[in-house]
């Protein structure tokens, strides 16, 4: 596109995003048009369906990261487009105080002061962390408004306010008084860094190298015979209560009942028979440690054996536990990992250390400091988890709810199938006290909503609190009830907007908060939490990991929104993300990881300047009051297209929501292809409308009178539509178009404008202009392949076909665009190059003057029979057996492309050789 002539200067050549964004978040927010209203909702008797979508918390204390970044943008996509499409859209924005993490920062902090919270005590640690986040807290939400996200920040919510921590108390006795709380003793995952306990989930699996220690007990009344068992943790020994063995093992039958000799310790403890020991796996003999290995414990709880701990909370050796005479001095005191590295001295020692091999395993690390886990026995509080999951199972298989993509449907079943009760109390000072008093003159033990002031039982003042603080996965998965106002049962947002409708979230918290918030939803809000779970993808660099601090490859998505804008951050991580497909960026070249977002964010703004300058701010025509008998061809195929891609839109998007409760078998994988979506609409607006489009009414603008008119009206129809497709990836941009646009009314927003809807799209029929377009573009190429200057005019001999009559009545577009003259006529003698269109109209160029035959003819001649050397020297390489035995596949598959690709391009240059007169 030319630029206009006379440029009105109000008119900005480029979007200076850096100045528009910030005004135009000022003026949705002064305008409230994020805010929601329960009362104008169906479920309280309005009249628009209410569509809710509620963010995935960050830490109260985090930064924006380009994980944030694509995550929310996700979701902002979402919303604003059901909010445009009519639903009353609430986008719930929030915090989680994040406990562990929260915690380990403020200690981190005091560290530099040459504190720990002990020093401080706990009240004033928390008073401390309280006004941490305070500074700090939100921080992340503002920075989420300068990317672009409409969320209805009225209602941002916080997992430690006092409305959320009513939930929370209440969440806790209800499951306390139906039976689905206990207080147990049971080997847990225990962070030595955190001083705290850990769900399965937050105790992760990596692989590590280790070494296999085999450990030879003897018979304590025969000690020429013993059993050798094998380790990874020879420390735990002094801990070892029984060895067991398969009650089917002939190999140890005598065995069982007598007893061996702990080594290093010397205490007798028995050989026992147990199902749990695979006889054929190692030596088909187990140490049994109850309190240090999950599965021991089970087996000691079997045989009613002995629970000795011997290792303490920081992880040092210690007799904690029932454990007196079972440390040896030279242990005592020592860190586990140099305890066992102490031990395996002291066995060798002892000649009781058979062999040490390397053994590569799985050891699970604290998911906050990466600490190795130690299990450990210790008394927590569980949630009995079977009940609460079983609604949560049957919503997935049942299509309630479905996960997108849907391979993660059988990775949640899988889990839920087999899910354990849920460890959740924490060894914290920083989060929500476990609402459990304990009398301390009856013993009497009471779950309450409120803090007592005298025992429930006895009325006694003595009362003690427990410690310990909720998992911060308990409280973020009442997320979707409690942020919206239960438990008080008539709360409007309650009424109005729950069951929500998508979430938004990574799948490494599938079971951390997903899961969790499904069972609390049935528990809790009477059903399932909301239809669709959209399981996005991961951010990684070009060498495919994941951006971390630790790795220094991150991307800091407000660098990259002050150097090229917010837009384009937006569209580059949506039109780059497939459904659950993981998004590569270059931090070292952010040029050209968003130049993709730069480029069209740019020419967007060029597109939509050069319309409305040539369409002027004269009032225009709606387009309804248009006589279709007015309208051109390719006003008529720009209108086609226009409605093509509204349904492509449509399609890539929704359905909103399940039609009738349950997803539908053919439905459940349907929509949320946000990256096909934008490429519908930039398609649109880049290849359709300026390329084809602009350039085809050109002339009909630059002259006065009914034909101009018309264009104009089916232009800013068309604009305005485009417009409103991009809005959700691109608001700034197509806001501040928008608001250009002639006879746009004062303080009108694209952001609450409709939807396109096809209703109001005009059913016309311009494919015919395909012809114009195949045959401008089958021009253009025989143009490049014969090396025809740009400025060169030549001619075009119609042949007989379809639609000739529509291609010869747009010649004039035709010869602007391909400065090719349309000839009715048939074609003279001589050599001509020829083109044949998809709908079989065939177009003929004369050569003659528009390239020198006889050196074109040599050229070509020259270079196939160049290639013609070269690929004869390439097949004989490939008829030899010695060649293709010998390298590698990949080398040889590679040579026959290369034969495939030269033969044809040989055959094309014999062919153009032919059509010279060769």
């Known amino acids: 596109m030319s630029e206009p002539t006379s440029p009105t200067p109000e008119f900005p050549t480029h979007f200076d995003f850096a100045t528009a964004e910030p005004a135009l978040t000022a003026a949705w927010e002064a305008a409230h048009l994020f805010r929601a209203d329960a009362a104008r909702t169906t479920r309280l008797g309005g009249d628009r369906d209410p569509f809710t979508v509620l963010i995935p918390p960050p830490n109260v204390t985090a930064v924006l990261h380009v994980g944030h970044g694509l995550n929310n943008t996700v979701q902002d996509v979402i919303v604003r487009w059901r909010r445009m499409s009519g639903d009353e859209a609430l986008w719930v924005p929030g915090t989680d105080h994040a406990g562990i993490a929260t915690q380990n920062v403020v200690e981190k902090l005091l560290a530099k002061e040459g504190k720990t919270r002990f020093d401080l005590g706990r009240e004033a640690f928390v008073q401390r962390t309280e006004a941490f986040v305070e500074e700090t807290g939100g921080t992340i939400l503002r920075q989420l408004s300068a990317i672009g996200c409409s969320a209805d920040w009225s209602r941002t919510a916080y997992t430690f306010s006092p409305a959320l921590s009513r939930a929370v108390r209440e969440a806790f006795v209800r499951l306390h008084e139906q039976g689905l709380v206990y207080r147990g003793h049971r080997v847990i995952h225990w962070c030595t860094r955190c001083l705290t306990s850990l769900s399965d989930e937050e105790a992760e699996f990596h692989d590590s190298e280790g070494k296999l220690y085999h450990i030879r007990y003897p018979l304590a009344d025969d000690p020429a015979q013993g059993i050798t068992i094998a380790t990874t943790r020879p420390e735990t020994m002094l801990a070892d209560v029984a060895v067991a063995v398969h009650p089917e093992d002939e190999r140890y039958a005598a065995l069982v009942g007598r007893a061996l000799t702990l080594p290093l310790v010397g205490l007798r403890i028995p050989v026992i028979a147990d199902g749990y020991v695979e006889k054929d796996f190692g030596t088909g003999a187990l140490k049994i440690t109850p309190a240090h290995d999950a599965n021991d414990f089970e087996v000691g709880k079997r045989h009613g054996l ?231 993808g991961t951010v990684r660099d070009m060498q495919h990991r994941k951006m971390s601090k630790s790795l220094g490859n991150g991307i800091d998505p407000l660098d990259v929104v002050q150097r090229y804008g917010a837009d384009a951050l937006r569209w580059t991580l949506i039109q780059g993300m497939g459904l659950g497909v993981d998004v590569m960026l270059d931090p070292n070249d952010l040029d050209k990881s968003f130049a993709p977002g730069r480029n069209f964010a740019t020419k967007l703004w060029n597109i939509g300047r ?95 009178g009914p034909d101009r008119e018309v264009a104009r009206a089916v232009l800013v129809h068309v604009v305005d539509h485009g417009l409103r497709l991009l809005h959700p990836i691109m608001p700034f941009v197509t806001e501040a178009l928008w608001q250009r646009l002639p006879g746009a009314a004062p303080g009108a927003f694209l952001a609450t404008a409709g939807w396109p809807r096809l209703a109001d799209a005009p059913t016309v029929d311009g494919e015919a202009f395909e012809v114009v377009r195949q045959a401008i573009d089958a021009i253009r190429t025989l143009r490049a392949e014969y090396g025809v200057q740009p400025g060169t005019a030549i001619r075009a001999f119609v042949g007989s076909g379809p639609e000739r009559a529509t ?16 000839v009715d006529a048939p074609l003279p003698p001589g050599a001509a190059a020829h083109a044949m269109l998809p709908n079989g109209l065939a177009l003929d160029l004369p050569l003659a003057g528009m390239v020198d035959v006889a050196k074109e003819r040599a050229r070509l001649t020259a270079e196939a029979d160049g290639l013609a050397t070269q690929l004869e020297a390439l097949r004989g390489r490939l008829g030899n057996e010695k060649f293709t035995a010998k390298a590698p596949a990949a080398v040889v598959d590679a040579e026959r492309a290369k034969e495939r690709e030269w033969t044809a391009r040989v055959e094309q240059l014999r062919a153009k050789v032919a059509e010279l007169g060769g």
């Open 807 to 822: 291609l010869l009545a747009d010649a004039g577009l035709v010869q602007r665009l391909a400065r090719c003259e349309l």
């Open 610 to 704: 050069f319309i409305l300058l040539q369409v002027g701010e004269a009032p225009v025509t709606p387009l309804a009051q248009v006589d279709p008998s007015a309208l051109t061809l390719a006003d008529r195929w720009i209108l086609g297209r226009l409605r093509a891609t509204i349904t492509e839109c449509d399609a890539m998007l929704g359905p909103a929501r399940p039609a009738a409760g349950t997803w539908p078998e053919a439905e459940r994988q349907l929509g949320l292809r946000l990256d096909a979506y934008a490429e519908a609409a930039r398609r649109f607006c880049w290849n359709e409308l300026a390329d084809w489009y602009v350039e085809a009414v050109k002339g009909r603008l630059a002259q006065p």
């Open 306 to 536: 002995g629970m000795p701990v011997v290792i303490d909370a920081e992880g040092r050796i210690a007799a904690v536990a029932d454990a007196d005479g079972r440390i040896p001095a030279a242990l005592a005191g020592l860190d586990r990992f140099e305890a066992r590295k102490k031990a395996a001295e002291l066995l060798e020692a002892a000649g009781a250390l058979v062999k040490v091999a390397a053994h590569p395993n799985s050891v699970r690390r604290c998911y906050r400091c990466d600490t190795v886990v130690e299990p450990r026995l210790s008394p927590q509080w569980f949630v009995q988890m079977a009940p609460l999951a079983a609604p949560a199972l049957a919503a997935v298989k049942d299509g309630t709810i479905r996960l997108l993509p849907e391979k993660w449907e059988k990775v949640y079943i899988n889990w839920l199938e087999g899910i354990r009760d849920w460890n959740i109390s924490r060894q914290l000072w920083w989060g929500h006290r476990i609402p459990v008093w304990t009398c301390g003159d009856c013993g009497h033990v009471a779950a309450l909503r409120e803090d007592p002031t005298a025992c429930p039982a006895c009325g006694s003042a003595k009362l003690e609190q427990d410690p310990d603080v909720f998992d911060t996965w308990f409280s973020s998965g009442l997320w979707p009830v409690s942020t919206l106002g239960w438990p008080d049962a008539d709360a409007k947002d309650l009424k109005a907007f729950y069951p929500t409708d998508v979430l938004v979230t990574a799948p490494e918290i599938l079971f951390f908060w997903v899961a969790r918030m499904i069972m609390t939803g049935y528990a809790f809000g009477g059903g399932a939490p909301f239809h669709t779970v959209y399981l996005h």
